[in-house]
C-alpha cells in the first residue's frame, strides 16, 4: 500500500514538472496573468468614476499579452460598472489599436513621452467625445484627473514590463 501510494505520488511529481517546464503552461499562465491584471484594474473608481487605468496597460502592452489585458479589462469593465463601463471599454478598445498601431516606437529613447501623450490624448478624446454624443461625464476635476491617470499608468506599465522597476 505504502509503495503504491508513494509510486503515484512520483507519478505525479513527474507529471507535474513536465507541465511547468513546457513553455505553452508558462504562455498560457502569462496570458491569464494578464487577463486578471485588466480585469483587477478595471475596478478602479473614483467619486463613482471609472478610471483608464486598464488603458495605460493595454496600451504599454505588445502582441497576444495586449490582447489578454484588453480582454480582461472589458470584462471587468462589463463585470463592475455594467451599463456605465461602456466608456471603460472604449478606451481599452482605443488603446489597443493605437498601441498595436504604435509597434515598437511606443518606448525608445528618442521619444520618451509618445506612449503618455497618445494615452492622455485618446483619455481626453474620449471624454469630449463621449459627452458630445451621449451629453455625460465626468466633473472637470475628474476629468483632468483621469486624463493624467491615464498617461501616469500607461509610463508606469511601460516601465514595468522593460524591467525598470
Known amino acids: 500500500m505504502i509503495i503504491s501510494l508513494q509510486s503515484y505520488a512520483r507519478r505525479t511529481q513527474r507529471y507535474l514538472r513536465r507541465c511547468f517546464t513546457d513553455p505553452r503552461f508558462h504562455t498560457a499562465a502569462q496570458g491569464i496573468l494578464y487577463a486578471l491584471t485588466g480585469f483587477c484594474l478595471s475596478a478602479a473608481s473614483i467619486a463613482g468614476y471609472c478610471l483608464p487605468l486598464s488603458m ?10 495586449a490582447v489578454f489585458s484588453a480582454a480582461g479589462s472589458m470584462l471587468g469593465y462589463w463585470a463592475f460598472w455594467g451599463n456605465g463601463g461602456y466608456v471603460g471599454v472604449f478606451w481599452v478598445l482605443v488603446g489597443l489599436s493605437a ?26 478624446a474620449s471624454g469630449v467625445l463621449f459627452q458630445l454624443l451621449f451629453q455625460e461625464g465626468p ?14 499608468t500607461a ?3 511601460a516601465k514595468i514590463l522593460m524591467g525598470r522597476n
Open 99 to 124: 498601441g498595436m498601431l504604435m509597434g515598437q516606437h511606443r518606448v525608445s529613447r528618442r521619444t520618451p513621452l509618445l506612449l503618455p501623450v497618445v494615452a492622455g490624448f485618446l483619455v481626453a
Open 56 to 65: 495605460g496597460l493595454v496600451i504599454a502592452c505588445s502582441g497576444w499579452s
Open 139 to 152: 466633473p472637470v476635476a475628474i476629468y483632468l484627473l483621469q486624463i493624467a491617470l491615464g498617461s501616469g
Open 155 to 157: 509610463v508606469l506599465a
